[in-house]
């Protein structure tokens, strides 16, 4: 399992900018090894996909919701993955996770931080 820790959330108002990281270790594989996803719960809500990346930070996709506002990256020399989310909105708001694709298994996430509670203001 890898440990994932999840930073940069805040409450903020409608249309500010925050840049989420999530740092990850303790892997038996290198972190390179994994496609990596942005996730995100709202209260009442289940939880659901926002992002992803291949291992390179290409092939980027992007939930309907986000696209154009939002831009995942990582950084592999760091064990770092990011989303930067500008022109935020109300309904942005949630717990966002982020979690490594596993390996061999298209699709499948099982592996989870705590997460960073982001809050967006009207």
């Known amino acids: 399992q890898m440990e994932l820790v999840e930073s940069g959330g805040g409450l903020v108002q409608a249309g500010a900018s925050l840049r989420l990281s999530c740092a990850a270790s303790?892997?038996?594989?290198?972190?390179?090894?994994?496609?990596m996803a942005w996730f995100r719960q709202a209260p009442g809500k289940e939880r659901e996909f926002v992002a992803g990346?291949?291992?390179?930070?290409?092939?980027?996709q992007y939930a309907d919701s986000v696209k154009g506002r939002f831009t995942i990256s990582r950084d592999n020399a760091k064990n770092t993955v990011y989303l930067q989310m500008n022109s935020l909105k109300p309904e942005d708001t949630a717990v966002y996770y982020c979690?490594?694709?596993?390996?061999?298994?298209?699709?499948?996430?099982?592996?989870w931080g705590q997460g960073t509670r982001v809050t967006v203001s009207s």
């Open positions: 990346v291949d291992w390179a930070g290409g092939s980027p």
């Open positions: 303790g892997s038996e594989r290198t972190f390179s090894s994994y496609a």
């Open positions: 979690a490594p694709e596993r390996v061999g298994r298209t699709g499948v996430y099982d592996n």
